[in-house]
C-alpha cells in the first residue's frame, strides 16, 4: 500500500514518517498547516515547507 504522503514531490519514507511524529496523520490535516508550521519540522527547511504548500494549492 502506497503512503499518500508520498504523493507529495520531496516527501519520501523518512519524511512521511517524520509527519506522523509531528502529528499530521492524513493529508488533509497537512493541507491544514501553514508553511511556517511546516517548517518548524526537523528536515522541512523552508524549501520543502514551500513545496507543501503548493502541493495543496495545485490539487484545489
Same mark, same amino acid.
Given at each position: 500500500?502506497?503512503?499518500p504522503f508520498?504523493?507529495?514531490r520531496y516527501v519520501?519514507?523518512?519524511?512521511a514518517d517524520v509527519l506522523r511524529n509531528a502529528g499530521y496523520d492524513s493529508l488533509d490535516e497537512l493541507s491544514?498547516?501553514?508553511r511556517d508550521e511546516i517548517?518548524?519540522?526537523?528536515?522541512?527547511?523552508?524549501?520543502i515547507?514551500?513545496? #507543501? #504548500?503548493?502541493h495543496f494549492k495545485n490539487e484545489q
Open positions: 500500500m502506497s503512503d508520498t504523493e507529495i519520501g519514507d523518512h519524511r491544514q498547516a501553514s517548517a518548524s519540522i526537523d528536515g522541512f527547511e523552508d524549501g515547507a514551500e513545496r #507543501v #504548500v503548493r
